[in-house]
């Protein structure tokens, strides 16, 4: 077994409300910030012991379909690095 970092971001779909970063994009223009557009983010760093690196991609990817995102809303991308 090799130790992994599974990173796990996880964003809303195009066209889905995120009024945390129209919020945040907003702030930053009164900052004088000038943008075309802002999308929030959440990341997941999830260490892991696994056979391969597409072993612990593919159990971050499960984590990722049952807990992490949802589908519905949500997409999501995994990174693997060995540690």
Known sequence: MTAYTATVTVRLKHGVLDPEAETTKQALERL?????????ADRFEIDLEAESADAARDRADEMAERLLANPTIHDYDVEVDER
């Open 32 to 40: 004088g910030f000038a943008l075309e557009g802002l999308r929030s």
